[in-house]
Nanobody, 115 residues
């Protein structure tokens, strides 16, 4: 089992920045990749960014150049640095950890961007 706890969400003005953190605990050595997903009201959950254990990253087109995913293996923590935020980035952001058997999810953290 893997447990994930996100933090760092809140209310921010358009053009501002927020950094989300996700601390993993439990069977952390089973984790092969971590990712951030988001779900806006009335929309499906979408993959925002991911990072593999080897450091390879992926970003959805709408956040390229604005968001940066990273991880600190010593702290078992993944981060999502979000810059130049737009109102359309408003959503609940979920941290995910992928193992060979399944995905694990955190409880989510709300990010609201005011225009």
């Amino acid at each position: 089992q893997v447990q994930l706890v996100e933090s760092g969400g809140g209310l921010v003005q358009a053009g501002g920045s927020v950094r989300l953190s996700c601390v993993a605990s439990g069977d952390i050595f089973d984790i092969t990749a971590m990712a951030w997903h988001r779900q806006a009201p009335g929309k499906q959950r979408e993959l925002v960014a991911s990072i593999t254990i080897g450091g390879s990253t992926y970003y959805t087109d709408s956040v390229k150049g604005r968001f940066t995913i990273s991880r600190d293996n010593d702290k078992n923590t993944a981060y999502l640095q979000m810059d130049s935020l737009k109102s359309e980035d408003t959503a609940v952001y979920y941290c995910g950890a992928m193992t060979r058997l399944k995905w694990y999810w955190g409880q989510g953290t709300q990010v609201t961007v005011s225009s």
